[in-house]
């Protein structure tokens, strides 16, 4: 057997045959088994499946999506000079959109025309090949097909089903939706591993997605509804996959909360499923350098790597974490808000281990390693030069070297808003050791499911079932945990309702790319935010690309654009 497994570049051949046109192939494997052991061959098939994910997983595109057009992150055009970009962030954050704009088109071809049409070649490739290994990775490509077009359906409205891409796509959307990428992942429920790790998808990453697929059926079914229907039946089944994964003890909600997006949590047992994002992979450091200042520099050994003034948390978010402990800080009650890695004297001259800059939300006068007037090299101090000085630093890379980086609460679009230094700022997963860009070689997998959620998951659907009691026992069960640097019984809550379990996963999953879609699922998506004041519900979803509709116009009415766009 010697077959060519072909990636069809900004091809939409996932949504009908022979409708590409000016293309280039690009050969991922061109012997299924000439030359190469069965375990190898399945290896190269299966590859391409997962090998979209860090790509999908960039700052620009899906957490674009799900964090930038939420209440929780924005990205101003920063000085009137970074960041602008034909206004595609602003028009994420403002709901204001269209068919053009660059982070929804990319996501969709990581989604659809990448995501999803190399699961069905896989998914044809490998069930013609007679080997355990090959029967497991057809079940992992099924249910990576069953995770893209849950995506797809997130973000669209809409999925596309194809067995072979020969044929020409079914569209579904709605309940017909919900019910395919229900029975995917059902079929192979029990053919997945339960022991592989978060990068491949397992039983227990299986039974998450199907809990999740069940927690936001009623938007799915009916996206632009005024008031969602949440059954006991799905929230039923929410509950019965969440207790199976809780149920086999397989994971375990970590004491030190950043920890869990560590370099080294490829094998942090909070995690369930996750981009594998280790270095020797080419995984990227985006998520960690976006929001960190240009002039906030985490590793010594590296000078060129740095952060870029991306995105910060809106007033809005941060006041939610002030109303629910008011007069107290949220970093001295909470362990997910902050946590102090670096304290400094002033004047201070450190060795390089002993440099580590804070993680959480930054706000304030910010401490590194100080610069030159160019901003390179470091200043060198201790014996022979051999330790680093570190203060206060200045916006010295952005040619403003008398101007603190002093990140303040305001932030919005105007120029008084739009500074380098405005707004808190964000490092949630650790900047990686290796990254000597700050962009790449990435080490901390990037997480898609842990422990937590399920925990979380599960109050919900008890909660919408009217059990607050047991809905808070869960939300505490998941506070409580964090009690490697503040004491569990001062992190429990009393009391339990839908805005307070709202604001729990806010603080729980801040720059996780859930807002979105939770902010939709809770009846939120249509507030007022930073510079956002649209309240069409049709905004729920985003336009679909306008290069796939061309593409499609070969067969008359087969796509056709979501409404208001």
Same mark, same amino acid.
């Given at each position: ?26 050969? +991922?494997? /061109?012997?299924? %088994?000439?030359? =190469?052991?069965?375990?190898? $061959?399945?290896?190269?098939? &299966?590859?391409?499946? #997962? ?74 490739? +490998?069930? /013609?090949?007679? %080997?355990?290994? =090959?029967?497991?990775?057809? $079940?992992?490509?099924?249910? &990576?097909?069953?995770? #893209? ?79 969602? %229907? ?336």
């Amino acid at each position: 057997m010697k077959k060519k497994i072909l990636l069809l570049s900004l091809c939409f051949s996932i949504l009908f045959a022979n409708s590409c046109t000016d293309l280039e192939e690009e050969v +991922l494997d /061109e012997s299924l %088994t000439g030359g =190469a052991s069965p375990e190898a $061959a399945a290896d190269g098939i &299966m590859s391409p499946v #997962y090998a979209t994910m860090p790509e999908l997983f960039l700052h620009t595109r899906y957490f674009a999506l799900q964090e930038i057009t939420t209440d929780e992150a924005i990205l101003p055009f920063r000085g009137g000079k970074d960041w602008g970009d034909n206004n595609i962030y602003i028009d994420l954050h403002t709901h204001g959109m269209t068919s053009q704009n660059t982070p929804v088109n990319d996501a969709w071809r990581s989604v659809v025309v990448q995501g999803v049409t190399r699961s069905v070649t896989a998914i044809n490739a +490998l069930a /013609e090949m007679d %080997t355990d290994i =090959a029967k497991l990775y057809w $079940a992992e490509a099924k249910a &990576m097909r069953a995770y #893209y077009s849950m995506l797809s359906l997130d973000l669209w409205g809409l999925i596309f089903v194809k067995e072979d891409l020969s044929q020409t796509s079914t569209i579904l959307r709605g309940n017909d939706a919900v019910e395919y990428i229900k029975s995917e992942l059902l079929e192979i429920e029990n053919q997945v591993s339960n022991s592989v790790g978060p990068g491949r998808i397992t039983q227990g990453a299986v039974w998450g997605l199907l809990a999740r697929l069940h927690l936001n059926a009623a938007v799915y079914r009916d996206p632009y509804a005024d008031a969602f %229907t949440f059954t006991n039946e799905d929230m039923d089944k929410v509950i019965e996959y969440t207790d199976k994964i809780i149920a086999s003890g397989q994971y375990q909600l970590s004491p030190e909360y950043f920890e869990i997006f560590d370099d080294e949590n490829h094998t942090n047992k909070e995690l369930i499923f996750a981009v594998d994002q280790r270095a020797e992979l080419n995984g990227h450091n985006r998520l960690a350098y976006f929001s960190l200042s240009g002039d906030q520099f985490p590793l010594p050994e590296f000078p060129k790597a740095n952060g870029t003034d991306g995105p910060a948390i809106t007033p809005d978010f941060y006041h939610s974490w002030t109303a629910a402990y008011g007069a107290d800080d949220p970093a001295t009650k909470d362990p997910r808000f902050y946590k102090k890695n670096l304290n400094i004297p002033a004047d201070s001259c450190l060795a390089a281990a002993a440099f580590e800059i804070d993680r959480g939300i930054l706000r304030g006068q910010q401490y590194g390693l100080q610069t030159t007037a160019n901003g390179n090299p470091f200043t060198r101090c201790g014996d022979n030069g051999s330790n680093y000085k570190v203060g206060k630093l200045f916006n010295r890379t952005r040619g403003l070297a008398s101007v603190p980086v002093n990140f303040t609460e305001f932030v919005d679009f105007s120029t008084a808003g739009r500074g380098y230094s405005n707004g808190y700022r964000v490092l949630k997963y650790e900047f990686s050791k290796k990254s000597d860009t700050g962009r790449n070689k990435g080490d901390a997998d990037i997480v898609i499911l842990r422990l937590a959620d399920i925990y979380m998951m599960r109050a919900e659907a008890k909660l919408r079932k009217g059990d607050a009691a047991g809905a808070l026992t869960d939300v505490n069960t998941v506070r409580a945990s964090r009690t490697a640097r503040i004491a569990a019984p001062g992190l429990n809550l009393s009391d339990m309702t839908l805005d307070i379990l709202f604001r729990e996963r806010g603080f729980e999953f801040y720059w996780e790319m859930q807002r979105r879609t939770d902010m939709i699922r809770f009846g939120k998506y249509e507030g007022s935010w930073t510079e956002k004041t649209d309240t069409d519900k049709r905004k729920r979803l985003f336009p679909i690309p306008q290069s796939a509709i061309d593409g499609a116009s070969v067969i008359p009415g087969f796509l056709t654009q979501n409404q208001s766009y």
